[in-house]
Structure formats: structure tokens, C-alpha cells
T-cell receptor
Framework: SQELEQSPQSLIVQEGKNLTINCTSS?????LYWYKQKYGEGLIFLMM?????EEKSHEKITAKLDEKKQQSSLHITASQPSHAGIYLC?????????FGAGTRLTVKP | EAQVTQNPRYLITVTGKKLTVTCSQN?????MSWYRQDPGLGLRQIYY???????DKGDVPEGYKVSRKEKRNFPLILESPSPNQTSLYFC????????????FGPGTRLTVT
């Protein structure tokens, strides 16, 4: 089955700093999803990447998909306290969804 | 307001006592799914449904049952709960499958003693 490994597991940054979260798949990625979860709450969809080399942005969050490396990265520019939470990547081989363990982001004011 | 609702939000029960967690969506979505989230293990899929009367096992289906008799509802049934089913459960729905944005419910925190 497809495994997704996220790094780092947790991250503490000062407000205003940039950061990157990585998601590496054990198998070929045909689609990669990024979700954000506030502690103990449901997930909120951020973006979906479907083609190798694809890059999408939403406000100050940019995600890229590198199919050759079976990897996706999520980059946050000028982090703010509102970016704090758990970021999860997901993949769906055949509508059965797999998620990474998540990266817990803390942004210090 | 478009949403996925789950009930109850919190539940403490004892081993072996059957329980049902309800999930309902008001967006006319075809796809619905149940996940459990555990520290260190992340979010794992239990069951999913592509449409009414169509359900499939996810990653961790043992000890759970589901049914999809109506498009809007997708209850999760624990016939004989055990302590290892203590977890945070999420229901989600999307228009047609995981290639579409999934909308998640607020979660149900279940404790089995």
C-alpha cells in the first residue's frame, strides 16, 4: 500500500519566517492533496496537485509536486500565527485515501 | 450552510456496548468516508462509500460496520467496541471521490473503557 512520510514531524518558527514541509511517497504519485487541521478539529482542504511539476498557491501557501522524486513540498512565506496547525498530505490510489502522519506547525509571535 | 455534521461529538462507553456515530452532509455529495485519528499513526481510513448502497473497506475496517441507505447519511457502527477503538473519528464527504475536495466533520471523540 502507499505510504506517505512527512518531514519534519513538528516545526516551531518565528512569525514572519518562511518554512517548508515535505511529503514523500513510497509509490508513484498520481495526485497529492494538502489539508490543514486545527488541533482536535476537522481537516480543511488547501490544494490538490495532479501533474508532475504542478505548482499551486493559496494566499501565502505554495505547494509543488515532483513526480520523479515522488515528493511534494508545501512552502509558507512570511508565516503568521493563523498558519499554526497540523498539515497533512494525502494520496488516493483508488479512492481509498492515505494520509501522512502530519507536521505540527507552531508560529511564535 | 454547507456542512458535514457528526453526532455525538464526545462519547464515553464501555466495552461491548453497541454504538452508532451518525454522519450527515447537506451538499448532495456522492462520496462519504470515515477516518480515525490516533497519535503517532495519523489519519487512517476505515470505510468509504462511492454512492448509495456502495461501500468499501479502507485501511482499518476491522470492528466497524457502515451503511449507506440514503445519500446524505453514512453512520458508523461499532457492534462490540473495544478499548483499542478509543480514538478521534472524522466523517468526510466529497462530490464524487477523493479527487475532489473532501469536507470534514468536526470529529467525534470516543473513549471505550
Amino acid at each position: 500500500s502507499q505510504e506517505l512520510e512527512q518531514s519534519p514531524q513538528s516545526l516551531i518558527v518565528q512569525e514572519g519566517k518562511n518554512l517548508t514541509i515535505n511529503c514523500t511517497s513510497s509509490k508513484t504519485l498520481y495526485g497529492l492533496y494538502w489539508y490543514k487541521q486545527k488541533y482536535g478539529e476537522g481537516l480543511i482542504f488547501l490544494m490538490m496537485l495532479q501533474k508532475g511539476g504542478e505548482e499551486k498557491s493559496h494566499e501565502k501557501i505554495t505547494a509543488k509536486l515532483d513526480e520523479k522524486k515522488q515528493q511534494s513540498s508545501l512552502h509558507i512565506t512570511a508565516s503568521q500565527p493563523s498558519h499554526a496547525g497540523i498539515y497533512l498530505c494525502g494520496a488516493d490510489p483508488q479512492n481509498d485515501m492515505r494520509f501522512g502522519a502530519g507536521t505540527r506547525l507552531t508560529v511564535k509571535p | 450552510e454547507a456542512q458535514v455534521t457528526q453526532n455525538p461529538r464526545y462519547l464515553i462507553t464501555v466495552t461491548g456496548k453497541k454504538l452508532t456515530v451518525t454522519c450527515s452532509q447537506n451538499m448532495n455529495h456522492e462520496y462519504m468516508s470515515w477516518y480515525r485519528q490516533d497519535p503517532g499513526l495519523g489519519l487512517r481510513q476505515i470505510y468509504y462509500s462511492m454512492n448509495v448502497e456502495v461501500t468499501d473497506k479502507g485501511d482499518v475496517p476491522e470492528g466497524y460496520k457502515v451503511s449507506r441507505k440514503e445519500k446524505r447519511n453514512f453512520p458508523l457502527i461499532l457492534e462490540s467496541p473495544s478499548p483499542n477503538q478509543t480514538s478521534l473519528y472524522f466523517c468526510a464527504s466529497s462530490l464524487k471521490g477523493t479527487s475532489y475536495e473532501q469536507y470534514f466533520g468536526p470529529g467525534t471523540r470516543l473513549t471505550v473503557t
